[in-house]
């Protein structure tokens, strides 16, 4: 762990409410608790207990869970373990390897801190044919999400011939996992035994004469309209110029996604920052901006 997130994670836990909710949320367990129970068993207003949770979430001491559109909340019992270990070490002269004693304590901990991960946020990207735009996508976010995001896509006509050969051809020389990216209809995604999707984004330059289909009224949905390579006529170098920009494009937009506190934020803000995304002058600002 860095010096600066230890540093963060004291300056997170130097409030007394604060010092209460992790105290709470470590007699939960690893279940954790609903955001109302914590705040009727600390006597907190909703609006104050969001801030706090949201300044330890930032720091990354507490974990969310999303059950439908109920958010549970647990300590991050590997943050804490991490923090227990640089006092023990760092003021005590304690040894931190596996044998010693302080070493067996801290790895006894760690089924609750694999119960304790919080659950990935599923994104689906859509595009007509699901041959290039959305295949991108799809691809970027499964190398760059880490295990926070698992991504999808899916078409409304989706390409019988599959993803276009110059898109997997670009996609594997950068490093991407190609063998199992394939064009496929968005019913797939609302059949019983579907992943629940969190995010819905339409990467279709058109969406003239398209219904997109029900996803559940918690799904967070954004439009990011990009030219669709399948229908450009232009030479083959401008072509690959083309999808060239679109996979930059898709790159900065879910390097920005992936940062952004989707806990945090609520359901009408994140559409409003995922819609934000689609503008390339907001897009180059963010980009700067974290540098």
């Known amino acids: 762990m860095k010096l600066e997130n230890i540093a963060s994670a004291f300056n997170a836990l130097g409030q007394s409410t604060r010092l209460d909710l992790i105290q709470a949320l470590l007699a939960a367990g690893s279940t954790g ?3 109302g129970d914590i705040a009727d068993q ?5 609006s104050t207990l969001s801030f706090h949770l949201r300044a330890l979430e930032q720091a990354e001491l507490v974990v969310v869970r999303r059950y439908g559109r109920s958010l549970v909340y647990a300590a991050h019992m590997a943050r804490l373990r991490e923090l227990l270990a640089f006092l023990a070490v760092t003021c005590c002269g304690f040894d931190s390897g596996h044998n010693s004693e302080l070493g067996r304590f ?3 901990l760690n089924p609750e801190i694999k119960a304790m991960q919080p659950d990935p946020f599923n994104v689906l990207f859509l595009c007509t ?9 799809e691809a970027i976010l499964s190398k760059v999400g880490g295990t926070r995001f698992r991504a999808y896509s899916a078409g409304s006509d989706p390409a019988q011939e599959g993803p276009l050969p110059e898109v997997l051809a670009q996609l594997k020389a950068l490093g991407h996992d190609v063998s199992g ?7 797939e995604f609302i059949q019983p035994n579907a992943p629940q999707i969190d995010f819905v984004i339409a990467l279709c330059d058109t969406v003239a004469g398209q219904v997109c289909p029900d996803f ?3 799904v967070v949905t954004g439009a990011w309209p990009l030219p669709d390579p399948s229908k450009f ?9 083309l999808i060239n920009e679109i996979y930059a494009g898709l790159r900065r937009r879910l390097d920005i996604f992936i940062n952004l506190p989707l806990n945090s934020l609520n359901r009408m803000s994140l559409k409003a920052r995922l819609d934000e995304l689609a503008d390339p002058h907001v897009l180059s600002q963010a980009s700067t901006a974290t540098r």
Not at 42 to 46: D, K
Not at 233 to 241: F, P, V
């Open 33 to 35: 608790m609903p955001a």
């Open 42 to 46: 600390l006597g907190i207003a909703p």
């Open 106 to 108: 801290l790895e006894s």
């Open 129 to 137: 044919r699901n041959s290039a735009r959305s295949i991108m996508a």
């Open 181 to 187: 990216l394939r064009s496929k209809s968005w019913d």
């Open 216 to 218: 559940g009224v918690s």
């Open 233 to 241: 006529t232009g030479s083959a170098i401008e072509r690959a110029t």
